[in-house]
């Protein structure tokens, strides 16, 4: 059907709605069982199954699939079974692993799926775009991603940005009027808004008419595929160095392989042990344990109150050195509080903060009773009569519903006492003139129960006193001279030096006859000013600590806002952003500087104020240009360019548009700063687990491959057979790698400088501890070998057995030291549940393998006698003690220097 010919009625009568209450819930289910969901078809995921079979694709699970294949051959079939197992257990693992990943970036984009407001059964409300269904009633507003194919029959100044569709960047004006002519374009079908274009300006309603597939951009959904690779720079990293650990172990395996041959050892036994060494090399876990790192963070995240849509974000949260945050709802409660009120020249502080109606009024002595007072009465009566906004509780929670001034108006007034419903019950609400740009004031015109007529008017201070020939003047209505105009003005730069925001009101008494014809410009003139309101919008009490953690941990935080330089300061000084030396800069200021120019100042600026949204794009490109990684938080339309230019953008769930949730790579669920600074100390954490479990599988890898090596050189007979290798790679290796993804922030995290974005792999000497450690494991692995061997050269299966658990237990042991950068001291090792019951398995495991009868062919194991654990024990401790030992005592050294 061409929606864009028919009347508004037509649409309505084909579609089956009713504009005015949307459809019954029984119609909306029977609908989606007929269309299916509104969402675009994605590209398949491998089924359960063929993650499996993926896991044994790789070219060195193959090399060891062949070998397993010449052992059976050779008529070694315990060997063959053990490997076969071995292969097949690790399979299950990376399957466990791939799959658990899976699951963790689905439930990710659900959290992340953008919401639509629609009518049903009367009530607007928000529902998940993908459960619109033909027919529904849709409310579109500016910033609005459109969520279906809309007709559209009502619109407010509405403009649509349909580039997506259309390749052209300039908003189309809409209109809900009927189009005559036939088989137009989608640019020019002026009364339809389509899936994936964005609401620019204005508002409107329409009426679902595709959805998913069917819709316009269903139909070219090639355009729209915006499945994301998750490969971040980390992962590209650990590609290039899984090549280059192929390489080496393929080298490494010829070298074994030779030397063993040359020293009189069976061609199959030295190939198989080869084999072995370079799977032991290639942690091919690696790349799925990352994934699954990344994920689990990300959980972590979500219940932090912070939703990553895109998964190198996680990785460059712990580069970030700059945030630069918006002020109002993320610094402070986005909850306009009066703290002040000033009539007559008398102040009163009211207590109490957000749109709770519980405060006190006091003179700065002692409390008063506002009812006792006329003037101070009088001013919140008025302002109450004076103001449209709600305040509804709901769940012990109070939410406003209008305008946040007018809430801190109506919440003042319900501490003193007093309530919109009892008021209206002294006074009738006659006449409304709105609030405008231009006036910068309202008025209403009310009538008491005497039948006196009066208009009431609250503004901008400056503008309304103005509109002024009188004051009120301890309780009298006097003439407003010179001298008293003075006064009011010393209190509204006195409240202003508060950072608070001043509201004026004012009123004067008509005739009856006036009110029918009575203009807004009669209305507000020659009035009589009652007095000033001063309101805040407080810092929220967690973000101070935030900031100060930021600070520690070398990130500087930069407040952006809208708003007077003056609350600008008073704010940014009161969570302590602005330092003594600190410098704040006006919009009009920053427009007259060059990138250049603002390059060279920008270090020490910290709070930028009354700058718009478009001015943070050359914000961010100048603390880019000198070399910081910016975090930038938004939540317009507007927002939007600035978001996706910095290197982590931030948008704002709770108010944020869906532009800029879109081009964000997190959300922050409630719009709060202090969720910013748990993001970047988990973001740390995950890339500091994942360097940890490198350091922990290569120096692990390290230690076998050396073992084996040594051992060829020194014309020894093998240390450890091929099955052994395999299975140490398998349970030692593997489990706790995993639970090192899981382990706790080092108390540390947030007291260090953000990480260098282009530092390596093996930066800040990890190669070192790998080499070191790994050489360490293979020197006292070899040596409990060789002393076992010696005694008894007769019994090699028992050397080989020792060689076996001191390799094991060495690598429980390195777990722990891989835990800190520092020392295996500096952490307690019961923080992390997870690691001591990885530990105790493979530990488990481990003995199962020496002493359980049955597992003692299949692994070439002999009971282990007690006398040489001490022995075993004492050679495993060395590799990781060794070099704690000498670094306390470097530390003592610089210590006592």
Request: aromatic share 6%; charged share 20%.
């Amino acid at each position: 059907m061409n929606w864009y010919e028919m009347t508004v009625a037509d649409v309505v009568q084909n579609t089956k709605t009713d504009p005015s209450s949307g459809l019954s819930t029984f119609e909306v289910n029977k609908r989606r069982k007929k269309y299916g969901l509104n969402e675009m078809k994605e590209r398949e995921r491998p089924s359960a199954i063929q993650l499996f079979i993926r896991q044994f694709k790789d070219f060195m699970v193959l090399v060891l699939l062949a070998a397993t294949l010449i052992s059976g051959l050779l008529g070694e079939y315990m060997d063959a079974i053990a490997i076969m197992a071995i292969v097949f257990l690790n399979g299950i693992l990376g399957f466990i692993q791939e799959n658990r990943a899976e699951k963790s970036l689905e439930a990710l984009k659900e959290l992340s799926a953008p919401h639509v407001t629609v009518l049903r059964e009367g009530e607007w409300m928000k529902i998940p775009s993908k459960e619109l269904v033909i027919g529904d009633i849709v409310k579109i507003t500016n910033g609005d991603r459109i969520a279906a194919d809309l007709r559209i029959i009502k619109a407010n100044s509405l403009e649509i940005e349909e580039s997506a569709l259309t390749g052209e960047s300039i908003p189309v004006l809409k209109t809900s009027d009927r189009i005559e002519q036939k088989n137009i374009g989608i640019g020019d079908q002026t009364n339809m808004a389509f899936m994936g274009t964005v609401v620019t300006r204005g508002s409107g309603v329409g009426i679902v008419v595709q959805t998913g597939m069917k819709t316009a951009m269903g139909q070219i959904a090639n355009l729209i595929q915006t499945a994301e690779t998750l490969a971040t720079p980390l992962q590209r990293k650990l590609e290039q160095l899984g090549k280059i650990l192929i390489l080496v172990a393929l080298l490494l395996t010829i070298l074994v392989v030779v030397i063993g041959v040359l020293q009189g050892h069976q061609v199959y036994q030295m190939f198989l042990a080869g084999v072995s060494l370079a799977v032991a090399a290639i942690p091919e876990g690696l790349p799925a344990i990352v994934t699954v790192a990344l994920s689990l963070g990300v959980q972590r995240m979500i219940k932090k109150k912070a939703i990553v849509r895109k998964l190198p974000a996680v990785e460059t949260l712990g580069c970030a050195s700059v945030i630069c945050s918006d002020k109002t709802g993320t610094m402070t409660q986005n909850k306009m509080t009066v703290t002040h009120i000033w009539v007559g020249g008398k102040t009163w502080q009211v207590s109490g903060t957000g749109y709770e109606p519980h405060g006190e009024f006091t003179d700065g002595y002692k409390q008063v009773n506002p009812h006792e007072i006329k003037s101070l009465k009088q001013i919140l009566t008025f302002s109450m009569l004076a103001s449209n906004a709600e305040i509804k509780e709901k769940d012990g929670r109070y939410i406003l519903d209008g305008d946040p001034t007018e809430g801190a108006l109506m919440t003042a007034g319900r501490k003193a006492g007093f309530t919109k419903s009892s008021l209206l019950k002294q006074f009738q609400i006659q006449k409304e003139f709105p609030f405008d740009s231009t006036r910068k004031m309202m008025s209403v015109v009310v009538k008491d129960r005497n039948g006196k007529h009066y208009v009431i008017t609250k503004g901008a201070p400056d503008l309304l006193l103005n509109n002024c020939q009188s004051v009120l003047w301890n309780e009298k209505q006097v003439p407003l001279s010179p001298s008293f105009k003075q006064n009011i003005h010393q209190a509204i730069d006195g409240l202003a030096s508060k950072a608070l925001r001043t509201i004026a009101i004012a009123f004067k008494p008509i005739t009856n006859e006036n009110v029918s014809t009575l203009s807004a410009f009669e209305a507000e003139s020659n009035l009589t000013f009652i007095g000033l309101a001063g309101m805040i919008d407080p810092p929220r009490p967690e973000v101070k600590q935030a900031i100060k953690e930021c600070h520690d941990a070398g990130i500087k935080t930069v407040m952006i806002t809208g708003d007077h330089v003056i609350t600008a300061e008073a704010i940014a000084k009161e969570l302590k952003i602005l330092p003594e030396n600190g410098k704040i800069i006006d919009g009009q200021t920053l427009s007259q500087l060059s990138i250049e120019e603002l390059e060279d100042m920008i270090d020490h600026i910290y709070v930028f104020a009354r700058v718009s949204p478009e001015d943070k794009l050359k914000i961010v490109k100048a603390f880019q240009n000198r070399g910081h990684v910016v975090a930038m938080t938004g939540d317009g339309v507007n927002d939007a360019p600035a978001i996706k230019a910095s290197d982590i953008g931030i948008s704002m769930g709770m108010t944020g548009t869906d532009v800029a949730k879109e081009a964000s790579s997190l959300i922050l669920v409630d719009d709060n700063f202090a969720t910013i600074q748990a993001a970047i100390k988990e973001g740390r954490n995950i890339y500091e687990n994942i360097r940890k479990f490198i350091r922990y599988l290569l120096a692990s890898n390290v230690g076998e491959i050396l073992v084996m090596l040594f051992a060829m050189i020194l014309a020894l007979p093998l240390p450890l057979v091929p099955i052994q290798i395999l299975w140490v790679n398998l349970v030692t290796d593997g489990l706790p790698a995993m639970a090192l993804g899981l382990d706790p922030p080092e108390g540390n995290v947030m007291k260090q400088k953000p990480r260098n974005p282009q530092e390596g792999v093996f930066a800040r000497k990890l190669g070192w501890k790998i080499l070191s450690r790994g050489f360490l494991i293979g020197v006292m692995t070899l040596l409990a070998f060789i002393i076992l061997y010696q005694r008894d050269p007769e019994n090699l299966v028992y050397a080989q057995t020792a060689a076996f658990s001191t390799l094991v237990l060495s690598q429980l042991i390195l777990v722990f030291d891989c835990r800190s950068e520092t020392s295996i001291f500096d952490r307690n090792p019961f923080e992390n549940v997870y690691l001591m019951l990885a530990v105790l398995s493979s530990l488990l495991l481990m003995l199962a393998v020496i002493y359980y009868p049955p597992l003692q062919p299949i692994f070439h194991t002999v009971p282990i006698q007690l006398r040489d654990w001490l022995l075993i024990g004492t050679l495993s401790a060395i590799p990781t003690f060794l070099l704690a030992g000498s670094f306390i005592t470097r530390k003592a050294n610089e210590n006592m220097l």
